[in-house]
């Protein structure tokens, strides 16, 4: 199964709303980052966040990961209809020496 | 901006052909990716580069893929003799990353979308 999880599958919210994505993992890890598709698209790295480290903030983003539960978390604050998209969690293995992304979480902003 | 450039697009062929995607990375980047992207089995890691040698090639089905990087500006992913199941849309992604490490993005290109009829 996939190393990350992402936890809802489809998110679908208001403008202006916060959007808040959680992913799991399995396995230890260096670091775990977040990127976004747009449909047809290739990924867009958003954030990366170390395995040392709690929280990160980029702009209007919000990422918090907690290794303990083996689990991070994507916010998104006031959120736009060109925030519409997928977004994947992908974690570094440093047992497999690679990076493993999970099936995404369907956002949808509803203007 | 620099980017991840992928060629073709879009491919429609019959099943037994082969099929050749191509990927030039951003120049100056060491590693290179291929991924496959399907509904079922979401974003798959199929092979990938550093500094053009094979570091891991296991997620891919063996006897029909092949992955090469002739040069620093090209790398290829062919499928021979191509099957309906090969469907799906192709990623080539490279990154600046250290040894043994995977702590830097990776740079995607927008895919090529494979159907194979």
């Known amino acids: 199964s996939q190393q990350g999880e992402e936890d809802p599958q489809a998110l679908s919210i208001q403008e202006g709303e916060n959007a808040t994505m959680n992913c799991s993992y399995k396995?230890?890890?260096?670091?775990l980052q977040w990127y976004r598709q747009n449909s047809g698209r290739g990924l867009v790295h958003l954030i990366l966040?170390?395995?040392?480290?709690r929280e990160k903030h980029s702009g209007r983003l919000r990422v918090t990961l907690d290794t303990s539960k083996k689990s991070s978390s994507l916010l998104i604050t006031a959120s736009r209809a060109a925030d519409t998209a997928s977004y994947f969690c992908?974690?570094?293995?440093?047992?497999?020496?690679?990076?493993?992304f999970g099936d995404g979480t369907t956002l949808t902003v509803k203007p | 901006d620099a980017r991840v450039t992928q060629t073709p697009r879009h491919k429609v062929t019959e099943m037994g052909q082969e099929v050749t995607m191509r990927c030039q990375p951003i120049?100056?980047?060491?590693?290179v990716f291929w991924y496959r992207q399907t509904m079922m089995q979401g974003l798959e890691l199929l092979a990938y580069?550093?500094?053009?040698?094979?570091?891991?090639d296991s997620g891919m089905p063996k006897d029909r893929f092949s992955a090469e990087m002739p040069d620093a500006t090209l790398a290829t992913l062919k499928i021979q003799p191509s099957e309906p199941r090969d469907s799906a849309v192709y990623f080539c992604?490279?990154?600046?990353?250290?040894?043994?490490?995977?702590?830097?993005?990776?740079?995607f290109g927008d895919g090529t979308r494979l159907s194979i009829l």
């Open positions: 992604a490279s990154g600046n990353l250290r040894q043994g490490s995977l702590n830097q993005p990776q740079h």
């Open positions: 396995t230890s890890i260096n670091n």
């Open positions: 966040i170390r395995s040392n480290e």
């Open positions: 992908a974690t570094d293995d440093t047992n497999a020496g690679k990076s493993t």
């Open positions: 120049l100056g980047h060491n590693t």
């Open positions: 580069f550093r500094n053009r040698a094979p570091l891991d």
